[in-house]
């Protein structure tokens, strides 16, 4: 038989004490008391709840403890049962951590380090665009510390019309045309030369080779130029702002036969400069890769001379492959990046190319 208690009026509670329950659950009752606790459990779910945290291993154990510790008060009825359930609910949880953290542990063992068929994955980053305040405080370096300027370099129109090699090419050629040089312009007015014997259309401008266009672009791109001031023919104010915020366009062609111009004359500066803001608005124009290349390691900015000369050397137009291994293999050397420079040096020597020669000449003995 049940009985309200005081502080729930509204709920029966059946007259078990702590030490029966206690009893129970360490299974000291005979069949009769065991029996009446089940019934009291069935009908007090909150009663059910503490004699199942209760039979938790070492829930007993951390009830002395509480007991060790509380006032020296009577605790009866519901306020009993709800203390044991909070032992239980606590005991519940800390078990499930306990079982969760076991189990994650199985499910993703520690590793200490990567194995041997395992490389620690590098997170790669795109450079910084070149900058106009590098190229300003840029050093030329001594001529004899210069490179790209020899007579006998593979991107040399005397020795790339006698070494050009035809290559399969990867991609779909697009439409070759030769685009008119805009007459206005006042770059030189003199079209650029077509090499013989190549699989891909080459120009040579002031001696230097370079990839027509029309193999990289649909049509012949044309660079925007920074503004250069107002014609005086405009009177009107409103049409001088007007005026001024039009792009001044030149065509390829002839901004790169500027920009090479700079470079034979050793001025590297104009020449970077000028291929720094093509670079811009064309970030995989191979001929800008290679040259801004040249002219960085030139003017003693390795770094970026590595990374161009690089691009310019795994570009899928293979034109300055050979070429740009070479000077890249080269920057290594002079940042001192001595292993580097010299299974680079290795590669170029195995190959049997244009450079293996000079390649050789470079590895240690």
């Known amino acids: 038989m049940s009985n309200a208690t005081p502080d729930n009026p509204f709920r ?130 001594a001529e004899t510390l210069r490179i790209g300027h020899a007579a006998d370099e593979r991107h040399t129109e005397v020795v790339a019309k006698r070494e050009v090699v035809v290559r399969e090419q990867a991609l779909e050629r697009l439409p070759s045309s030769t685009p008119p040089i805009d007459a206005t312009s006042d770059a030189r007015e003199r079209s650029p030369r077509r090499a013989g014997g190549s699989s891909l259309q080459l120009f040579f401008l002031h001696g230097l080779k370079l990839v027509h266009p029309s193999e990289l672009y649909p049509r012949e791109p044309q660079v925007e130029l920074a503004a250069q001031g107002v014609s005086a023919r405009y009177a009107d104010l409103q049409e001088q702002q007007l005026a001024s915020k039009r792009p001044v366009m030149m065509q390829y062609l002839h901004f790169m036969d500027k920009a090479l111009e700079s470079f034979v004359r050793n001025d590297h500066k104009n020449c970077l400069e000028d291929l720094r803001f093509l670079l811009a608005q064309y970030p995989n124009d191979v001929n800008a890769l290679f040259y801004g290349g040249l002219c960085s390691y030139n003017l003693g900015l390795y770094s970026r001379a590595r990374d161009l000369l690089h691009r310019a050397s795994t570009h899928p137009i293979a034109v300055f492959d050979e070429e740009a291994t070479w000077y890249h293999a080269l920057t290594l050397e002079r940042m001192g990046e001595s292993e580097a420079a010299q299974e680079a040096f290795g590669r170029i020597a195995a190959q049997g190319g244009f450079y293996a020669e000079r390649a050789a000449g470079k590895l240690r003995k």
Do not use: C, F, K
């Open 12 to 141: 029966a509670a059946p007259a078990i004490g702590q030490e029966q329950l206690r009893a129970y659950v360490e299974g000291r009752l005979d069949p009769v008391q065991a029996h009446a606790v089940e019934q009291a459990m069935e009908a007090d779910p909150l009663l059910a709840d503490a004699v199942e945290g209760l039979q938790l291993p070492g829930a007993l154990a951390g009830l002395e403890a509480l007991r060790a510790v509380r006032p020296n008060t009577s605790i009866t009825g519901s306020t009993w049962y709800t203390g044991l359930t909070v032992v239980g609910v606590v005991l519940v949880a800390g078990a499930w951590l306990v079982i969760s953290s076991l189990l994650d542990q199985d499910r993703q063992p520690t590793q200490v380090g990567p194995t041997a068929h395992e490389a620690t994955p590098q997170i790669v980053t795109a450079p910084i665009p070149l900058q106009a305040e590098e190229i300003i405080a840029a050093v030329e370096q």
